[in-house]
């Protein structure tokens, strides 16, 4: 039976250590959090299969971005197997393709890059204004993620309050990091999967939030994700019981570190 979750950093880290089967073949540890939870946590597969693509790029490059599919729930009681393509190692960037599998059936496809870190001309949009600080935010209802904090900014708008303003969320892991940048990386992709663009709406028939269908999320700027990071999501679209949101990551310091883009299903609840 599925455990329910770490209770330290080293068992998160064990989490992310995935076990080395042959070749560009990894198996992951099954669901850990939480127990009752009818299928896996997205943010999860999603981290363990950017942590297999890691260990077959070349060192010093890191995580630049990722796009992923959601094609079948995963089986809490079961372990992944991730599949690695090589598709191309270049001057500076690494493409990788990853498979995620239980019982023979793809239920998480990746594509993924890494490049080594350069330095240039920058611009950065800026964060939002009038938003709390974490210490001023209440805590999220939903503390799915295994020694995670989340908590709720509300506060003011710097737009009217008619627009359809999505979640913003504070997130940290509750507890001291390695340095390693990958493991990072790891598990913002691993929190970047607990938002939802459409807590605001208040649309009939429009679920807050529902299983993902496809991730995309893009590295900036190395960040610590044992420090407070601001998840800011706004709706962009829904229709087809499919809603498109937006979010931008900013850390303490106002620094932009990820963007992501994401699609949820968004069906009105079954009768009873």
């Known amino acids: 039976m599925p455990s329910d979750g ?6 998160l880290l064990a989490f992310l ?8 073949l990894y198996r992951g540890r099954p669901g850990v959090w939480p127990a009752d939870r009818p299928a896996i946590y997205g943010g999860e597969t999603a981290a363990q299969a950017l942590w297999a693509a890691a260990q077959t790029v070349p060192e010093g490059r890191l995580p630049h971005s990722l796009h992923g599919y959601f094609l079948r729930p995963g089986e809490m009681s079961l372990p992944v197997l991730f599949h690695v393509d090589r598709d191309r190692d270049g001057r500076s960037f690494s493409s990788r393709r ?3 599998t239980q019982r023979g059936e793809v239920i998480f496809e990746m594509s993924c890059s890494f490049a080594e870190p350069i330095d240039g001309p920058e611009y950065v949009q ?9 210490d001023e935010c209440a805590h999220a209802d939903r503390q799915w993620i295994a020694l995670a904090e989340i908590r709720v900014a509300a506060g003011e708008r710097d737009q009217p309050l008619r627009e359809p303003w999505g979640d913003r969320l504070w997130m940290r892991v509750a507890g001291p990091l390695p340095d390693d940048p990958l ?8 929190t970047s999967d607990a938002g939802a663009g459409f807590g605001d709406l208040g649309i009939d028939g429009v679920p807050t939030m529902g299983p993902s269908l496809d991730h995309a999320l893009w590295f900036h700027h190395p960040s610590r994700a044992d420090d407070w990071v601001l998840w800011d999501c706004m709706p962009v679209k829904v229709g087809s019981h499919r809603g498109l949101y937006t979010a931008t990551a900013h850390d303490l310091t106002g620094r932009l570190v990820a963007t992501v883009a994401q699609e949820m299903l968004l069906r009105p609840p079954r009768p009873v």
């Open 6 to 11: 770490p209770h330290t950093i080293d068992e």
């Open 126 to 134: 800026p964060p939002r204004t009038g938003v709390p600080g974490p």
């Open 17 to 24: 250590d995935l076990e080395h089967i042959d070749g560009d």
């Open 183 to 190: 493991v990072h990386a790891c598990l913002h992709a691993l």
């Open 98 to 100: 990853v498979a995620a």
